[in-house]
């Protein structure tokens, strides 16, 4: 029996709102992972903003590749796992920190949020993981709806 989704079902469940897990190389120790919220629109890259200055963006630049992860922790529990190469990116963050605050927080959360850490624009960079491989597992057979 096989529990992995489709790519067009993995593609799309990235493309809902989850917290994701990114985690990348660190030599000498186990991976780093962060938890992260992040854009995804089928068939692109998995794109998150973070400080040009955090631990993750010295380690993303020398492995040159990272792992994501989004889950689903109720029933009937999935999970979509992808790994490519990233690029590291100066832009405009405020468009996709601003689109990311709505989805996951909504409007009264976000404004609160966007104007909190209206200092950070500046020192933010985007990532981009652009997935090569796909892994992933539905449940639902063990979990059927009730």
């Known amino acids: 029996m096989s ?3 489709s790519r067009s079902e993995c593609e799309k469940f990235l493309a809902e709102t989850h ?16 938890p992260v ?30 792992t994501f992860c989004v889950q689903d922790e109720r029933p009937p529990f999935r999970y979509v796992t992808v790994e490519g190469p990233v690029r590291i990116e100066r ?3 405020e468009p996709i920190v601003r689109e990311e605050a709505l989805r996951y927080v909504g409007p009264a959360r976000a404004a ?7 200092a950070d ?8 993981l652009t997935p090569k491989r796909w892994y ?6 063990f979990f059927p709806p009730v």
Not at 43 to 65: C, H, M, S
Not at 112 to 118: D, M, Q
Not at 121 to 128: D, G, K, L, S, T
Request: glycine share 10%; aromatic share 10%; with cysteine.
């Open 3 to 5: 529990l992995a989704l």
């Open 19 to 34: 917290v994701g897990v990114f985690c990348v190389a660190e030599e000498g120790r186990g991976p780093i992972a962060v």
């Open 37 to 66: 919220w992040y854009a995804y629109v089928p068939g692109g890259d998995v794109a998150f903003v973070t400080g040009e200055t955090t631990r993750k963006i010295p380690l993303l630049r020398k492995a040159g590749r990272a």
């Open 91 to 93: 832009a405009d963050t």
């Open 112 to 118: 609160a949020y966007l104007e909190k850490s209206a």
């Open 121 to 128: 624009r500046a020192h933010e960079v985007v990532v981009r």
């Open 136 to 141: 992933s597992a539905d449940y639902g057979e």
